[in-house]
Antibody
Framework: QVQLVQSGAEVKKPGVSVKISCKAS????????IHWVRQAPGQGLEWVGR????????HYSQKFQGRVFMTRDTSTSTVYMEMRSLTSEDTAVYYC????????????WGQGTQVTVSS | EIVLTQSPGTLSLSPGEGATLSCRAS???????LAWYQQKPGQAPRLVIY???NRATGIPDRFSGSGSGTDFTLTISRLEPDDFAVYYC?????????FGQGTKLEI
């Protein structure tokens, strides 16, 4: 069955970077885009960006341009998201989710990774 | 960026009743890019409707989606206890994905 399994919770100080992962299984890794969506405490969902695992093509939300970097490792079917210059506003649960080739919806989601930014 | 506004913010109903959730866009949305998700506390969102009116795998036919342009609706008939959750609409346009702020469906 399709699974997106994310790395564990992170606690970081303001100004540093965090890198979290999303390991895919149960389908052909290169046939679906992987997106990152975050949810601040008690808030709604916010799109961060996406990567095309077939060619590493990137599309970031303008809000995060220059501060977020997504990469993939096809040998392990894993996508990584690094966010730099963290502030307390980045405290959130980060979800990865997959999208089939520009269908514009997310049919499977990871379990989420809590990122806490605190001094 | 296209802004999605959901109403009401909270909907209080009883099992067996019907629910109507609204999603209004700040500009016209391509129908095929409109989706609805259900989220329960401590869980990831779950796809309910895609392409404005297509049910996702495993979603019962009590759930239906409709609408076009700037106005979209998620209708849930004969509410069951498992349906009570937060529902988000989402669209893709102007090179960005955006979500509504959510409607909490509570007992």
């Amino acid at each position: 069955q399709v699974q997106l399994v994310q790395s564990g919770a992170e606690v970081k100080k303001p100004g540093v970077s965090v890198k979290i992962s999303c390991k895919a299984s149960g389908y052909i890794f290169t046939t679906y885009f992987i997106h990152w969506v975050r949810q601040a405490p008690g808030q709604g969902l916010e799109w961060v960006g996406r990567i095309d695992p077939s060619d590493s093509g990137i599309h970031y939300s303008q809000k995060f341009q220059g501060r977020v970097f997504m990469t993939r490792d096809t040998s392990t079917s894993t996508v990584y998201m690094e966010m730099r210059s963290l502030t307390s506003e980045d405290t959130a649960v980060y979800y990865c989710a997959r999208e089939l080739d520009t269908t514009c919806y997310f049919d499977n989601w990871g379990q989420g990774t809590q990122v806490t930014v605190s001094s | 960026e296209i802004v999605l506004t959901q109403s009401p913010g909270t909907l209080s109903l009883s099992p067996g009743e019907g629910a109507t959730l609204s999603c209004r866009a700040s500009q016209s949305v391509i129908r095929s890019t409109l989706a609805w998700y259900q989220q329960k506390p401590g869980q990831a969102p779950r796809l309910v409707i895609y392409g404005a009116s297509n049910r996702a795998t495993g979603i019962p036919d009590r759930f239906s989606g409709s609408g076009s342009g700037t106005d979209f609706t998620l209708t849930i008939s004969r509410l069951e206890p498992d349906d009570f959750a937060v529902y988000y609409c989402q669209q893709y346009g102007a090179s960005s994905f955006t979500f509504g702020q959510g409607t909490k469906l509570e007992i």
